[in-house]
């Protein structure tokens, strides 16, 4: 298999490359002993009958669509028709059926994707750690190579990021509401995109917050990325006139927030981004340093628990009455902090939130992205992590740091990978506010180009 949707599909449509012989390579990496754990459920025979559909397209002179019968792996938080949607849970093992696809589902299954497998989550999606006692422990094959040590996949679309890794989907569909595309992308050495929230319909998915669920994917190229945004929004990227590719980010103009998000990096992680920072600068784009004091504001903000245990208690507190006891008890425990707010604790956060945005938009507006690291550590180890409820909440926080903050300013924003060849997985974050998306989808193939010829 080769490393890109895009060149791949293209391959199919032109008759070189057969889906059929791609689907089986794509069936085997699910097989593996690393791909095996990133699944829940697995349709192997539905994703065959749609490589050999696109097949037939092709031989008869048809477009087999954008995705072409190739391998695409569903977090466990979607509605596909006939399956039950878990969520990564076994509260909701004994539920109906789902009636329909969810529309990202459906989307994606238009396209002609072949739904390969439902993935392994953090239970509803409350973790960025990536850590289910309900599954088989799910470790990150991003670093085993590296270093022996386990460590975790990054969640809480942990098993759609290990699904891409290790060549079972060339995309994941799954959800980011605090980082949950971005951190196990960052982690693995992967691309993830998260849209700005309203551009993709969130129904039939396991909510976690309404106001901050974004229904985006995992990919291996920035390329990619775009392809698969423009299905599941149904929409056109318009990259713009200016993204040359001879010199993608000539002109270009680069902040580095110095407030909180460089705060406590792991010294791979500051080398790395050190790095990508002097190889965007040497490709053309200015990158200035800028203090952001508002986001200092945002541990106050959400003193309470922020929007997540709010919105989740209003969805949960019935079944948690009914079936507390098989939560995953980290989760269970999150869940449960909503229920100490109240009404008007929950419009003060709106109110905050709806001044605070303003704010921060006023500071970045003059940049076309926002350079920060995704996560402050590469990935962590699992055996600290799992019976230690401190050590854990910690490093959960500690993941969920940078990227949260976008997802309260209603923003969008890119991880791609920054690390050198054989080092631990590393993510630069392009980030900015809610609907730009296209000019940033557009500097981060710029700065990812920058990357590679870097590396050459």
């Not at 200015?286 to 709010?310: R, S, W």
Request: charged share 20%.
């Amino acid at each position: 298999m080769t490393d890109d949707l895009t060149g791949t599909r293209r391959a199919i449509a032109t008759g070189t490359l057969s889906a059929t012989d791609a689907i089986k390579a794509s069936i085997a990496a699910a097989g593996s002993a690393h791909g095996r754990p990133a699944f829940l459920l697995t349709d192997f025979d539905r994703a065959r009958a749609a490589a050999r559909a696109a097949d037939r397209a092709v031989d008869d002179g048809r477009d087999p669509g954008l995705l072409a019968g190739l391998a695409i792996s569903v977090k466990d938080l979607f509605d596909l028709v006939g399956d039950v949607t878990t969520a990564g849970s076994t509260v909701l093992a004994d539920s109906a059926p789902a009636l329909a696809d969810a529309p990202a589902v459906a989307r994606l299954r238009a396209a002609g994707a072949a739904l390969i497998g439902r993935t392994h989550m953090s239970e509803f999606a409350f973790s960025g750690v990536g850590l289910n006692p309900h599954a088989p422990l799910l470790a990150n094959p991003a670093t085993l190579a590296i270093d022996a040590t386990p460590r975790v996949p990054g969640g809480s679309t942990s098993g759609g990021a290990v699904s891409v890794a290790v060549g079972a989907a060339w995309a994941a569909l799954g959800s980011d509401t605090g980082g949950s595309i971005r951190i196990p992308a960052a982690l693995q050495g992967l691309v993830g995109f998260k849209s700005t929230a309203r551009l993709v319909p969130t129904d039939g998915a396991v909510p976690l917050s309404t106001t901050l669920d974004t229904v985006s994917a995992i990919t291996r190229s920035v390329r990619d990325a775009v392809a698969i945004h423009e299905i599941l929004s149904a929409r056109r990227v318009d990259l713009g006139a200016s993204c040359d590719s001879r010199a993608p980010l000539a002109g270009r103009r680069f902040a580095v927030v110095r407030t909180v998000l460089l705060d406590e990096l792991d010294p791979a992680v500051a080398a790395a981004f050190d790095r990508a920072i002097s190889v965007v600068s040497a490709a053309g784009a200015a990158v200035d340093e800028i203090a952001l004091p508002a986001l200092n504001e945002l541990t106050t903000i959400n003193a309470g628990g922020g929007f997540a245990p709010a919105e989740s208690w209003a969805w949960h507190r019935h079944k948690l009455a009914l079936h507390g006891e098989r939560y995953d008890p980290r989760v269970a425990a999150r869940i449960r902090r909503g229920e100490a707010m109240s009404a008007a604790d929950y419009i003060d956060l709106l109110t905050a939130r709806s001044r605070w945005i303003p704010t921060v938009l006023a500071s970045i507006d003059a940049y076309d992205a926002i350079l920060s690291p995704t996560v402050p550590v590469v990935a962590p180890a699992v055996a600290p992590l799992a019976d230690d409820d401190v050590a854990f909440f910690a490093t959960n926080a500690l993941l969920l740091r940078n990227p949260s903050a976008v997802n309260f300013l209603d923003g969008c924003a890119i991880s791609i990978p920054c690390h050198a060849a054989g080092s631990m997985p590393v993510g630069l974050m392009l980030w900015h506010g809610a609907l730009r998306d296209d000019r940033l989808l557009a500097c981060a193939l710029g700065v990812e180009q920058a990357l590679e010829i870097a590396d050459r």
